[in-house]
């Protein structure tokens, strides 16, 4: 899957809850808590703050974030 391509990306989460929580997305992506919380912290994925160590994301924000992931690699190298 390109990561740009909002048909993949659309299909990817097509099933999924409205609001994820940090380690739903990382077991979607096969990634680390750990790299949810940079990209979060770092590369702007949008996240609902709900407490000291409560965080969820919608999935309208996943969505923007997976697709422009690519563009935001290209920039930062």
Same mark, same amino acid.
């Given at each position: 899957?390109?990561?740009?391509?909002?048909? #993949?990306?659309?299909?990817?989460?097509?099933?999924?809850?409205?609001?994820? %929580? @940090?380690?739903?997305?990382?077991? !979607?992506? =096969? *990634?680390?808590? #750990?790299?949810?919380?940079?990209?979060?912290?770092?590369?702007?994925?949008? %996240? @609902?703050?709900?407490?000291?160590? !409560?965080? =969820? *994301?919608?999935?309208?924000?996943?969505?923007?974030?997976?697709?422009?992931?690519?563009?935001?690699?290209?920039?930062?190298?």
């Amino acid at each position: 899957m390109t990561v740009n391509d909002v048909a #993949a990306v659309d299909e990817l989460l097509a099933d999924l809850p409205e609001v994820l %929580t @940090l380690e739903e997305i990382a077991d !979607l992506l =096969r *990634v680390s808590t #750990a790299t949810v919380l940079r990209w979060q912290r770092e590369a702007g994925l949008k %996240t @609902l703050v709900l407490g000291e160590r !409560l965080r =969820r *994301v919608r999935k309208t924000d996943l969505r923007a974030f997976l697709i422009t992931a690519d563009e935001m690699e290209e920039r930062d190298a």
